[in-house]
Every structure is written in C-alpha cells, then in structure tokens.
C-alpha cells in the first residue's frame, strides 16, 4: 500500500502549530499540533475528548457553521484536526481557532453532548484538563499567520 501523505511530513521537525496538512477537493483539513511529536508529552485522553466537544460545539455555532466539516483528535495525541471549506481563509481559520481557545479556556458549566446519549465515553471528559489545552493552543496560535501554515516553516 502506499504511504499516506500525512506519513510523509516529517515529524522530527514538526513544532506546535497551524498547518494545512492537505487539500481535497474544496476540503481543507488543518492539522492543529498541541504538542511537539514524540517530545514525551501528549494530551491527556479525557481532556481531549471534552475539548473535542466544546471545539465541535464553538465552530458549529458560529458564523462559519457552513464551511465547518469536521474536528476531531490525531490518534497520537499531539493534536487535532479540523476541516472546512475552503470559502475560510486561512486568516479567518486562524481567527475562529483563536476563538475557539479563548471560549474553551473559560469555559464553566456543562460539557455539550455529555450524556449516555449523545457521546460514546461520556463519562471520561475532564473539563480542567480542556481549558489548560485551550489556555495553551491560544497563546501558541497567538501571534499565528497565513503564511506559517505551510509545513516547511
Ligand atoms: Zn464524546
């Protein structure tokens, strides 16, 4: 089988960061990396989880809910990735990211979609844990642009 374009970046050098890992169609999908690969810390799995909820939450509900495909957490836990459309800008994923990391990491009250119903694993979400992820990719992004999210940066 061949090797899959994500296999092909190369994860010693990758930092923390926004980057557009690839392009389908109108499908864009970032790859969001909370933490620098193999560096001996990952997220923790209840806090991505619940953080996986209130980015779903966030995105879906704001202005760009049209272009908003998808958002889930990378099986090696250095990250997410999030898909759009690309009727967003990188300048305006960056600044719903932004967004996104500034609601988390304030966030109080009940997590979205946390019920035997609605979630798989409700009962491993860990909100504290969420909000110190939200705190953290925010100030990484802070200063993020457009022409950072080429993986060669
Ligand atoms: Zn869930």
């Given at each position: 089988?061949?090797?899959?374009a ?12 926004i980057y ?8 864009v999908?970032y ?6 690969p193999?560096?001996g810390s990952y ?9 996986e909820?209130?980015?779903?939450t966030?995105a ?9 495909v ?7 836990r ?21 967004d ?15 019920s035997e119903?609605?979630c ?11 909000r110190?992820?939200g705190?953290a990719?925010g ?15």
């Open positions: 089988m061949k090797k899959i994500s296999f092909c970046v190369d994860h010693t050098k990758l930092k923390k960061g557009v890992s690839r392009v389908d169609g109108d499908v999908t790859d969001l990396r909370m933490c620098t193999n560096a997220l923790e799995n209840a806090a991505q989880h619940t953080f909820h209130l980015f779903a966030y879906r509900n704001s202005k760009y809910t049209d272009s908003v998808y958002v889930g957490p990378m099986g090696c250095t990250g997410f990735y999030f898909l759009v459309r690309d009727t967003m800008s990188h300048a305006e994923v960056i600044g719903l990211l932004k996104v990391c500034a609601f988390i990491a304030g966030y109080e009250g009940e997590i979205p979609g946390n119903v609605e798989g694993n409700y009962l491993d979400h860990d909100l504290p844990g969420a110190k992820m705190a990719f100030e990484v992004i802070q200063n993020w642009t457009p022409e950072m999210t080429a993986y060669e940066n």
